[in-house]
């Protein structure tokens, strides 16, 4: 069964700060993988995907992540955080593509100090 | 529509009270998928849609649970005899086949 960890629940870093937030996946078949973001009291958008294209995936409001396949890893990361990415992040996995249920982690909340 | 419309916003019921819960995808989009999310749950997967039909609603907590679709388009998802533990935001999403899907904002359902 596919499955995502996201380990820690919270991560603080200062406004400028690198930003990386970690994802690992099982899955025993080529995932597609995904990060999402939410604001407060509202959906989930869609920041970046791999779909087993280049493995460095760039996303939108300066994000990008690199589809590791031997460290099963997914890992987001943003070279200058900003008050305004301050939200919930989601990583998650699906097997078959789009039209297939998505795996979500729990999901990592980042704040950014001043 | 532009986007995936949820109604309504916010819902308070009643324990024991019968909830309907509605998904405008965007248009043209064939996938339509129900997730629940809740504190110290997460996005959990409720059902999904192919067109009208539902060839996985393996995340249906219970019976009390049914979604339909109809017209390949809106989506109702039903909560008979609501519970406390049914308290949750619960999200649409749809996708025309692509990879990734658009998310609602969410239906924030309460049961006092």
């Known amino acids: 069964a596919q499955s995502v960890t996201q380990l820690g629940s919270h991560v603080s870093v200062s406004e400028g700060a690198l930003v990386l937030l970690r994802c690992n996946y099982s899955?025993?078949?080529?995932?597609?993988l995904f990060w999402y973001v939410q604001y407060p009291n509202q959906g989930l958008q869609l920041l970046l995907k791999?779909?087993?294209?280049?493995?460095l995936v760039k996303g939108i409001n300066g994000f990008e992540a690199e589809f590791k396949k031997s460290e099963t890893s997914f890992h987001l990361t943003k070279p200058s955080a900003h008050m305004s990415d301050a939200a919930e992040y989601f990583c998650?996995?699906?097997?078959?593509?789009?039209?297939?249920?998505?795996?979500f982690g729990k999901g990592i909340t980042l704040s950014v100090r001043p | 529509g532009a986007g995936v419309s949820q109604s309504p916003s916010n819902k308070v019921t009643e324990k024991g009270k019968d909830v309907e819960l509605r998904c405008d995808p965007i248009?043209?989009?064939?996938?339509l998928y129900w997730y629940r999310q809740s504190l110290g749950q997460g996005l959990e997967f409720l059902i999904y849609?192919?067109?009208?039909?539902?060839?996985?609603k393996s995340g249906l907590p219970s019976d009390r649970f049914s979604a339909e679709r109809t017209g390949g388009s809106v989506s109702t998802l039903t909560i008979q005899r609501t519970q406390q533990e049914d308290s949750a935001v619960y999200l649409c999403?749809?996708?025309?086949?692509?990879?990734?899907?658009?998310f609602g904002s969410g239906t924030r359902l309460t049961v006092v």
């Open positions: 999403a749809s996708s025309s086949g692509g990879h990734g899907y658009t």
């Open positions: 899955s025993s078949v080529p995932p597609y």
């Open positions: 791999y779909t087993s294209a280049a493995t």
């Open positions: 998650a996995v699906s097997y078959t593509g789009a039209n297939s249920k998505l795996t």
């Open positions: 248009s043209g989009h064939t996938a």
């Open positions: 849609f192919q067109g009208n039909s539902a060839p996985d």
